[in-house]
């Protein structure tokens, strides 16, 4: 049920998350405009979900919830209404927040929804059902831009309204549901030893994921524009990343039987060899190709984030807040830094070859610490 809301909130923030870099596009936005816009929801969801937790404790996980959706449905309607670009910042930035509402407590809700031996499984579901809802949504997004620029916003909205009557219907009632701890112990997971630098790696990893996809998700409208793509091609292209996340999750459950630290470098690495491919690419057959490859180790980054997060964390979420944190982080100043890069060299290439020597730092730290470790356990 719970994974069933992430699949439907997720497929209304796919086709939102393409159609206002469109609309902006459309509206004359430049490059670093396009980034603005692109890092206000995700800005307004990283301030309101550090909030969320005392709003929760007030009002209660369901109530929030529903605040959220309902939130959300309303903010989604003013988007359509922009005049300018400037017009979609502080509406895209109360979509955010209103997202902010809504993940954290239901989020904990499907985590005391399951077992603690069954925590690996519900990973990979809970990552296969948000991953396939936002890449229907991104599919989606363009063709019914094409049909009209309204089209897409009503789309979302009247997904979030529907989601609204479930939560009301359904997650009021159950109020008094007793909840789980949302923690495991790392001894029934898994026999890999790893140190507390394993963990950070993990969540750089994710943070460059979030960074590379913000920067593809936020300013590739604008570059295909400039190439005379028409949105239903830049909506298809855009789901291949989304697809490779998804065909990354529905493998995982190998991954846990094999995951290793050193793993973190060879993903680091893909990410930043896709994100070079796309800096290069010259037609849309090059891009698919990168994006679907973007995808697919993005994925794994992702799903690495996550597992090392949880079983460095015992009793408590730190390991998971920080890990939601790179995610917020990662949209904020990828499309943010991204497009004033793009705007001050006049490349729709360079951004990529931003978060590409980021990742390049990452890689080299990597080595390092893990050639450190490698000789300390030689020499004892």
Same mark, same amino acid.
């Given at each position: 049920?719970?994974?069933?809301?992430?699949?439907?909130?997720?497929?209304?923030?796919?086709?939102?998350?393409?159609? !206002? %870099?469109?609309?902006?596009?459309?509206?004359?936005?430049?490059?670093?405009?396009?980034?603005?816009?692109?890092?206000?929801?995700?800005?307004?969801?990283?301030?309101?979900?550090?909030?969320? %937790?005392?709003?929760?404790?007030?009002?209660?996980?369901?109530?929030?919830?529903?605040?959220?959706?309902?939130?959300?449905?309303?903010?989604?309607?003013?988007?359509?209404?922009?005049?300018?670009?400037?017009?979609?910042?502080?509406?895209?930035?109360?979509?955010? !927040?209103?997202?902010?509402?809504?993940?954290?407590?239901?989020?904990?809700?499907?985590?005391?929804?399951?077992?603690?031996?069954?925590?690996?499984?519900?990973?990979?579901?809970?990552?296969?059902?948000?991953?396939?809802?936002?890449?229907?949504?991104?599919?989606?997004?363009?063709?019914?831009?094409?049909?009209?620029?309204?089209?897409?916003?009503?789309?979302?909205?009247?997904?979030?309204?529907?989601?609204?009557?479930?939560?009301?219907?359904?997650?009021?009632?159950?109020?008094?549901?007793?909840?789980?701890?949302?923690?495991?112990?790392?001894?029934?997971?898994?026999?890999?030893?790893?140190? %507390?630098?394993?963990?950070?790696?993990?969540?750089?990893?994710?943070?460059?994921?979030?960074?590379?996809?913000?920067?593809?998700?936020?300013?590739?409208?604008?570059?295909?524009?400039?190439?005379?793509?028409?949105?239903?091609?830049?909506?298809?292209?855009?789901?291949?990343?989304?697809?490779?996340?998804?065909?990354?999750?529905? !493998?995982?459950?190998?991954?846990?039987?094999?995951?290793?630290?050193?793993?973190?470098?060879?993903?680091?690495?893909?990410?930043?060899?896709?994100?070079?491919?796309?800096?290069?690419?010259?037609?849309?057959?090059?891009?698919?190709?990168?994006?679907?490859?973007?995808?697919?180790?993005?994925?794994?980054?992702?799903?690495?984030?996550?597992?090392?997060? !949880?079983?460095?964390?015992?009793?408590?979420?730190?390991?998971?807040?920080?890990?939601?944190?790179?995610?917020?982080?990662?949209?904020?100043?990828?499309?943010?830094?991204?497009?004033?890069?793009?705007?001050?060299?006049?490349?729709?290439?360079?951004?990529?070859?931003?978060?590409?020597?980021?990742?390049?730092?990452?890689?080299?730290?990597?080595?390092?610490?893990?050639?450190?470790?490698?000789?300390?356990?030689?020499?004892?």
């Amino acid at each position: 049920f719970w994974c069933a809301l992430a699949l439907i909130m997720d497929f209304a923030g796919g086709v939102l998350s393409v159609a !206002i %870099p469109l609309l902006a596009v459309e509206l004359g936005a430049n490059d670093a405009m396009v980034g603005l816009i692109g890092a206000m929801a995700p800005l307004g969801y990283m301030a309101f979900t550090l909030l969320n %937790p005392r709003v929760s404790k007030h009002i209660g996980k369901e109530r929030s919830a529903l605040v959220g959706t309902l939130c959300y449905t309303v903010v989604v309607l003013l988007l359509p209404f922009a005049q300018r670009p400037l017009h979609l910042v502080i509406p895209s930035a109360l979509t955010g !927040i209103a997202l902010g509402f809504y993940w954290p407590p239901v989020q904990a809700l499907m985590g005391a929804s399951v077992e603690q031996r069954r925590l690996l499984t519900f990973i990979t579901i809970y990552n296969v059902s948000w991953s396939f809802g936002r890449t229907m949504g991104t599919r989606m997004a363009g063709t019914l831009f094409t049909l009209h620029q309204s089209l897409p916003f009503i789309t979302s909205s009247v997904v979030g309204a529907c989601l609204a009557v479930v939560l009301g219907g359904t997650l009021l009632r159950k109020a008094n549901r007793s909840e789980s701890v949302f923690a495991t112990d790392v001894n029934e997971l898994t026999s890999v030893t790893f140190t %507390p630098y394993t963990v950070v790696s993990a969540q750089l990893g994710n943070l460059l994921r979030t960074l590379t996809v913000g920067v593809v998700i936020a300013l590739f409208p604008k570059w295909a524009a400039d190439m005379n793509m028409n949105p239903e091609r830049v909506s298809q292209l855009l789901f291949l990343v989304l697809a490779g996340h998804v065909v990354s999750f529905m !493998i995982a459950p190998l991954l846990y039987q094999w995951i290793r630290p050193t793993m973190l470098l060879g993903i680091k690495t893909a990410i930043i060899i896709a994100g070079a491919g796309i800096a290069f690419s010259q037609t849309a057959l090059h891009f698919a190709f990168w994006f679907l490859i973007l995808g697919f180790s993005a994925g794994l980054a992702c799903t690495t984030s996550t597992y090392f997060s !949880i079983l460095s964390q015992g009793q408590t979420t730190r390991g998971s807040a920080r890990h939601e944190a790179t995610v917020g982080a990662g949209f904020v100043f990828g499309p943010l830094l991204g497009g004033l890069v793009a705007q001050l060299v006049g490349s729709p290439r360079a951004p990529y070859m931003m978060t590409g020597a980021f990742g390049a730092i990452l890689v080299l730290l990597d080595s390092f610490k893990f050639l450190q470790v490698g000789a300390h356990h030689r020499h004892h």
